[in-house]
């Protein structure tokens, strides 16, 4: 089901360069990152749709909401930086993002379930200004979560945090995106595969890739290396030998275990040589690839575009 759909979205900041070049994409429930090298447009993007941002060109259209209507306030922002007003308590700011996104009724059970959802509710009566940087990354959370939007837009919100607070957001994130449709941008890879299976991955204001995360390096070359257990090193040498002069057998462990590196190659030749392997009477106990593989596939996704 479609969420959030995006037409044909340009937008320039003068000059002549598309900060965004006809992106035209549709999101559903779930989680989507937005991946990209620093000026890809992320942000812009993130703004438009929040509607802190105009546009030249395309359209935005957020189609689910109670009983499938537009509700009022049908978009949850949580820019790069919140500003805060410092000298508010937790609870009476929240108290304020009720009153701006025109929730009325029910705003205290509202904002203790945000409070607690997001892991403020131990800090909930401190001054905004005390709080440490993790809890204010959570409080720019929870403001965007008020009133419960169907659409979560979330810009690198996990950004310069510890890694206990890094856990901690992102099953907020997980939990909420269970019943709602939420982007994540980001430019760390390891953060998109943390949090979603699908990546939208952006490069000079175009769309470069869009799938599964574990799709982007697909049928690009790389380097693995295997953990072999074989009774005769001198055959193993001479089968990786077979294959290309740059491989290579080492000994890792006395006795039987060898580390042997296959250079540049797909995952469909790796999963033939280790075939080989068995068949010769070895046994392939470990398989890892070698250097920034995931920053590779993503040179290589934006190299496309
Ligand atoms: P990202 O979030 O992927 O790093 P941005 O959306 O911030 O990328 O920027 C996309 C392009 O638009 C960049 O070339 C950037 O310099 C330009 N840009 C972004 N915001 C502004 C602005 N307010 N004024 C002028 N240029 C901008």
Redesign the pocket.
């Known amino acids: 089901m479609t969420c959030l759909a995006v037409v044909d979205l340009r937008?320039?900041?003068?000059?002549t360069?598309y900060?965004?070049d006809g992106v035209t994409r549709s999101f559903g429930i779930g989680i989507t990152g937005l991946l990209?090298?620093?000026?890809?447009?992320?942000?812009?993007?993130?703004?438009c749709i929040a509607g802190v941002?105009n546009w030249d060109d395309g359209s935005v259209e957020v189609t689910l909401g109670a009983g499938g209507r537009r509700p009022r306030r049908a978009v949850g922002y949580m820019p790069?930086v919140v500003a805060f007003p410092r000298e508010l308590r937790v609870r009476s700011y929240l108290r304020l993002v009720c009153s701006a996104k025109g929730v009325r009724k029910a705003w205290r059970g509202e904002i203790e379930e945000k409070l607690l959802l997001t892991g403020l509710a131990p800090v909930a009566d401190r001054v905004i200004g005390n709080l440490s940087k993790g809890y204010r990354q959570r409080l720019g959370l929870a403001q965007a979560m008020i009133g419960n939007p169907p659409v979560l837009l979330l810009?690198e919100p996990v950004s310069s945090l510890d890694p206990i607070n890094v856990v901690d957001v992102r099953r907020s994130i997980r939990f909420y995106a269970r019943s709602a449709c939420v982007v994540v941008?980001t430019?760390q890879l390891a953060e998109a595969t943390a949090l979603s299976d699908r990546v939208v991955v952006?490069d000079?204001?175009r769309v470069a890739y869009d799938g599964p995360m574990s799709d982007l390096g697909r049928g690009r070359q790389l380097t693995f290396e295997l953990e072999v257990l074989a009774r005769d090193g001198d055959a193993l040498r001479v089968v990786v030998d077979s294959w290309n002069a740059a491989g290579h057998v080492r000994t890792i462990r006395a006795g039987e275990a060898y580390a042997v590196t296959v250079p540049e190659v797909t995952e469909a030749e790796l999963a033939r040589r280790v075939a080989v392997l068995v068949s010769e009477g070895c046994g392939v106990i470990g398989v890892r690839p070698v250097g920034d593989a995931l920053e590779e596939a993503f040179a290589h996704a934006v190299g496309n575009a």
């Not at 937008?11 to 000059?15: A, E, I, P, T, V």
């Not at 990209?36 to 703004?47: D, V």
Request: charged share 30%; proline share 4%; net charge positive.
């Open positions: 937008k320039r900041y003068g000059g360069t900060a965004l990209g090298p620093n000026g890809a447009g992320k942000s812009t993007l993130i703004r941002e790069e810009d941008s430019h952006l000079r204001g």
